[in-house]
């Protein structure tokens, strides 16, 4: 009997050796003259584990975890591939703590199918969303969306309902889908895990978002630094062509919607949802003054609805199971989960998806299990490179959009990177300074010019002769913050000063 | 270790940059994926294609210029055999990607920007290649490398050089 066994076709694990790991599994396989089937699922989010190497069994599937092509002798020697004991089995995944503790409702399906299977896709319920929606009306379809209370997970928390009603009520004879993958975030992989992983949902949803305003077009604008996510993007697209997902006649409903893959070119701006239309426009990705808004006049002056790929991922499952489902889960203005993603100095780094409301200490305690050094955590930065720094004081706020904002936070696109007490956190203010030197668009002068400055202030701040010269420069460091806060034309400009003065706030003993 | 094997570009000429983006010419807006194409095939944006694109895109010379410069990825010069990325973005700082990148630098002796004496590496910076959870991180053209020490690092740059001696 063929055995299958499971190996990600993923950018972590390829980064841990995966693609030599196949080649040796198979070659090994072959001298023995054992018949198996390697499947390239995605990761189910688990990086620590990679390559976690996967076999089925009568209960569910057992792991291997951290496997290099060192253990692959031993491995066939333990028969593995029908489950037996060896010193890296984890048993059964899905009994994992670290995997029974989430609640996935838009990683549902991903690191469990081969990536871009129509049929798997199809098999745990991939495309009954699409059904539905090309069934309805547009307005009931927006509705459902509008009742999960599902807000842009791409940083700036908008309603994605609400964005969809604009889209829809502006009369054009064009307009466009724009998924927004740049993930520039540091710190974030939620995006490229899920279109590696289960590329087909976003395909889905992008397409069901096409239904519901009246677009036939659609663009995914990808970072160049995710070239793996690129190829096994494409094929995702091409096999939902073929089968009729995408094209002139979606599913027979005689309604167009095509999609199309578009490079970035490492600017990190272009993440920004305008800067990153006049990319897609073949320009410099500068950012456009608002209004108009990208919904009314976006790509090519039409209205488009640009959303992050979470967004768009997390829309099948919501038409599947219905909008007040999605809505069962978080809390208050926080509905729905939230793929958090920890990583920096820490042990058990992956994607946990759970619905809003835990907090960061669960997150990287329960789930991360400490610091990677064992060390104590001393900061953590949450939100990307735009995101306050926070102290371990501070373990306890809970992971929803107001309750971090009360405390000086922003959950951005759900990144949360750890620190050790061997972090220096005036060093971390002046690298969030020159990052905006390097990526500023160059628009306005309080971003391009102000960052610059920002970097010399805390040098002169750190080389101060007494402490009177460093409060001195500190608040001087404090009005250039406030003056790119309110006269940056962006978030670039006017939330670095986020990450430089929270350093200054909880951190005030390393800037010496 | 994953192996790289190292790419070839073929030698500009202004015909064969015509030829190679030819096929965007009706597209709207893919000056940028031109660009790209570009770099793939020569592995820079020669100065010589630029009035080419400006036709092509329907633009002044001095736009497709502006628009070139304005990205962090296109090249103006042929890089070395491999680029090699180093991460600096918070994740893997707090990781110790910072004594690595000085490591690295040493190792091929050189700077960001520059391409090592052999003309093997060119080095450059990233902000975050998204394998943030098994930092610090590096890229070797189209492939990443998790948990790089300055130990592997040497031990990857070797095969690495080993591999580029072979294939000519
Ligand atoms: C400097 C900057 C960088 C951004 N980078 C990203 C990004 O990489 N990905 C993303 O989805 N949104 C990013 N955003 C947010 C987008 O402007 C926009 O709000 C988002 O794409 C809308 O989609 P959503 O409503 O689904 O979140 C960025 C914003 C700013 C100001
Ligand atoms: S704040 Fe910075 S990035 Fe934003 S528009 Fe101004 S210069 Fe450009
Ligand atoms: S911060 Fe280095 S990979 Fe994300």
């Not at chain 1, 080649?23 to 989010?45: C, D, H, P």
């Not at chain 1, 076999?55 to 333990?78: C, E, H, M, P, T």
């Amino acid at each position: 009997m063929t055995r299958r066994l499971y190996i990600p076709r993923e950018t972590t694990a390829s980064s841990l050796g995966a693609e030599a790991l196949v080649t040796a599994i198979a070659a090994e396989a072959a001298t023995r003259k054992i018949k198996i089937e390697i499947v390239r699922n995605g990761s189910r989010g688990a990086c620590f584990m990679e390559p976690l190497v996967e076999v089925d069994s009568n209960d569910g599937r057992l792991g291997y975890s951290q496997i290099s092509i060192d253990d692959v002798a031993s491995l066939f020697d333990a028969d593995f591939i029908n489950g037996g004991k060896h010193p890296k089995s984890v048993g059964l995944v899905d009994e994992l703590t670290w995997f029974k503790n989430q609640e996935r409702l838009t990683f549902a399906r991903c690191g469990l199918i081969s990536a871009t299977s129509v049929s798997e896709y199809e098999q745990l319920g991939g495309f009954v969303g699409l059904k539905k929606a090309i069934a309805m009306q547009s307005a009931d379809i927006i509705q459902e969306v509008l009742t999960s209370g599902l807000r842009g997970r791409g940083g700036a928390g908008f309603p994605t309902g609400i964005k969809w009603q604009t889209v829809a009520g502006a009369e054009a004879e064009q307009k466009y889908i724009v998924c927004n993958a740049d993930e520039g975030d540091s710190g974030t992989y939620s995006d490229r895990l899920i279109m590696e992983g289960d590329p087909l949902s976003l395909v889905e949803g992008m397409t069901i978002a096409g239904l519901a305003v009246g677009a036939t077009m659609g663009y995914i604008y990808l970072r160049s630094e995710y070239p793996l996510t690129r190829i096994i993007l494409q094929e995702a697209i091409d096999n939902a062509k073929t089968a009729g997902y995408l094209g002139n006649d979606v599913c027979g409903s005689g309604k167009a919607f095509d999609l199309e893959i578009r490079m970035g070119a490492g600017a990190y701006i272009c993440g920004e949802e305008t800067s990153l239309l006049e990319s897609l426009e073949g320009k410099r990705g500068q950012i456009r003054f608002k209004p108009p808004l990208p919904a009314l006049k976006g790509l090519f002056g039409k209205p488009t609805v640009v959303n992050n790929v979470i967004s768009l991922a997390t829309i099948p499952v919501i038409m599947e199971k219905g909008g007040k489902h999605y809505a069962g889960f978080g809390r208050g203005r926080s509905l729905g989960t939230m793929p958090f993603q920890i990583g920096g100095n820490i042990k058990f780094g992956g994607l946990v998806e759970k619905a809003f409301g835990l907090t960061l200490r669960q997150l990287i305690e329960d789930f991360g299990g400490g610091t990677y050094s064992g060390k104590p955590v001393r900061a953590i930065q949450v939100g990307g490179p735009l995101g306050a720094y926070f102290p371990a004081e501070l373990l306890d706020t809970p992971l929803d959009y107001e309750d971090f904002a009360k405390a000086g936070g922003m959950l951005g696109h759900g990144g949360v990177v750890v620190f050790d007490e061997t972090v220096n956190l005036a060093k971390m203010a002046r690298f969030s300074m020159e990052f905006c030197a390097v990526e500023s668009c160059g628009k306005c002068t309080p971003c391009r010019i102000g960052s610059v400055r920002g970097m010399e202030t805390i040098d002169k701040i750190v080389a101060a002769k007494d402490e009177k010269d460093r409060e001195a420069q500190i608040s001087v460091l404090t009005d250039l913050c406030e003056t790119m806060e309110s006269a940056s034309l962006c978030a670039m400009g006017g939330l670095t000063p986020v990450p430089v003065m929270s350093a200054v706030k909880h951190f005030r003993g390393d800037f010496q | 270790m994953q192996s790289v094997t190292p790419r070839k570009f073929a030698d500009f000429s202004l015909a064969a940059a015509s030829e190679a983006v030819e096929e965007f010419r009706a597209q709207p807006g893919a000056l940028i994926n031109a660009l790209h194409k570009l770099q793939d095939t020569f592995g820079y944006v020669d100065e010589a294609a630029m009035t080419m694109l400006g036709k092509l895109f329907n633009l002044s010379r001095a736009e497709v210029h502006g628009v070139t410069s304005f990205y962090h990825d296109f090249r103006r010069t042929p890089p070395g055999r491999y680029t090699i990325k180093v991460c600096q973005a918070e994740a893997c700082q707090a990781m110790g990607s910072e004594a690595l990148t000085d490591s690295i630098k040493e190792a091929l002796g050189c700077d960001f920007h520059e391409t090592s004496k052999d003309g093997l590496f060119t080095l450059e910076p990233v902000y975050c290649l998204g394998n943030c959870a098994c930092s610090p991180n590096i890229m070797v053209d189209e492939q990443v490398f998790a948990r790089v020490s300055s130990d592997t690092f040497k031990k990857l740059s070797a095969s690495l050089a080993s591999n580029a001696a072979e294939v000519k």
